[in-house]
């Protein structure tokens, strides 16, 4: 018999916010999702009722490295168990494993890793995919990747990094206007995968050719792209004229000034905005100094930096973006939900069973309280994790 369990108080869904909701979760689906008035037959044994706080459905950080010491690029089984653990204490159900620039020897251990420790399951957050990031991304727009391994695109390596993902890669970050990309771009795009630009020097006209060949995605806008000028639009111009195309946006408020993220938003709207952390090792772990791809970084107050002042991914967790966007940006509650659950599970085609709380869809839902603080997760109807009381 499958067990059954409901949760009952103010649920965040579609957009909206549904003052005394009902969730109730059968086996590993969702069997209700709604106002409570609205369901007329028994209830579960177990309700729980919340009072501080909102029902959510769970988060999909399509674009995170690593968390509590780990990276992706470790390469390891234990490693990769450690971040979705990890993840799921900030309220993430589902994550991409993002690599970074590396040697090809070491992206295909990373990737050979994923696809075998992901099989296996993990005990917190599930890995849905591979977000490829680098090495085929331009020099002078790197940030913290390792230039002595960028390289330009060859269809011969496009195909071999998506061979050994097995139907995993998801993602893939490029710079549209390197030597090869465009081939490279055609040859994804057919394959399914999300092809974005980012870490690129293109022009808005570049950035226009890269679309019409397959690019619909574009890479932690703002950051390591090419900036808006009212002469010349740049990638940033092309994310925001391209209304119909998604982007990222790292909401900490650092990377980002508070106003353009409220301005990205009122462009692209909640069902074309995807928040990510973009987070290093260093998230969740307090002030140090962590390694990044064999270089140094430094964290202090929220701030990871490389010794040159480059910013050196994030340490941010999805739960305070979602946070930063409504205290920071002003933007509905709802909304900033959508945009780290429905939105990114729509981007990866995986709308159909993720990303909403409703009837038939995988029960990953998370409770958060009035300070944003993730006090519960549960993956395919499994608690994953409780905050101390």
């Known amino acids: 018999m499958k067990e059954s369990f409901a949760l009952r108080g103010t649920v965040i869904t579609h957009g909206e916010e549904l003052p005394d909701g009902l969730v109730i979760v059968e086996g590993s689906k969702i069997l209700y999702a709604g106002p409570a008035a609205n369901w007329h037959q028994g ?15 769970g988060f999909l950080d399509i674009h995170m490295h690593g968390i509590a010491g780990y990276d992706t690029m470790d390469a390891t089984p234990e490693s990769l168990q450690a971040i979705s653990t ?20 070491k992206l295909e251990q990373a990737l050979k890793n994923i696809v075998a420790t992901s099989r296996q399951g993990l005990d917190g957050a599930e890995t849905v995919g591979i977000h490829l990031e680098g090495p085929w991304i331009n020099p002078r727009y790197k940030g913290a990747q390792n230039e002595q391994d960028i390289s330009f695109p060859t269809l ?8 050994l993902a097995e139907g995993m890669l998801k993602v893939v970050t490029i710079a549209p206007e390197q030597p090869g990309s465009a081939e490279a771009i055609r040859w994804l795009d057919g394959q399914g995968v999300l092809v974005s630009a980012g870490h690129t020097g293109a ?23 090419t900036g808006l000028h009212h002469r010349e639009p740049g990638v940033v111009g092309a994310a925001m004229y391209h209304e119909h195309l998604s982007t990222e946006l790292i909401a900490d408020g650092i990377h980002v000034h508070p106003a353009v993220m409220r301005i ?8 074309r905005l995807a928040l990510i952390s973009d987070s290093m090792r260093a998230a969740a772990m307090g ?55 429905q939105t990114p599970a729509s981007l990866l085609g995986l709308d ?24 519960q997760t549960i993956v395919a109807g499994k608690e994953v994790y409780r905050a101390p009381e």
């Open 156 to 163: 011969a390596e496009v195909r071999r990094m998506h061979e």
């Open 287 to 341: 002030e140090g100094k962590y390694d990044l791809g064999g270089q140094e970084v430094t964290v202090k107050g929220e701030e990871a930096k490389l010794a040159d002042g480059t910013l050196a991914g994030s340490i941010l967790t999805l739960n305070r973006a979602v946070e930063n966007m409504v205290k920071l940006s002003r933007v509905p509650l709802p909304e900033a939900v959508q945009m780290a659950s």
């Open 264 to 271: 990205l938003y009122r462009v692209k709207k909640a069902d």
């Open 352 to 375: 159909a069973k993720k990303g909403k709380l409703e009837s038939g869809y995988d029960a990953d839902l998370i409770v958060l309280d009035s300070s944003f603080t993730c006090r």
């Open 86 to 105: 990890a993840l799921a204490r900030y309220g993430v159900t589902s994550f991409l494993a993002t690599t970074m620039t590396a040697s090809y020897e």
């Open 43 to 57: 209830l579960p044994e177990r309700v729980t009722d919340v009072a501080d706080g909102w029902i959510c459905p």
């Open 203 to 225: 022009s808005f006209d570049e950035a226009a050719e890269a679309v019409q060949a397959g690019v619909s995605h574009f890479t932690h806008c703002f950051n390591a792209m």
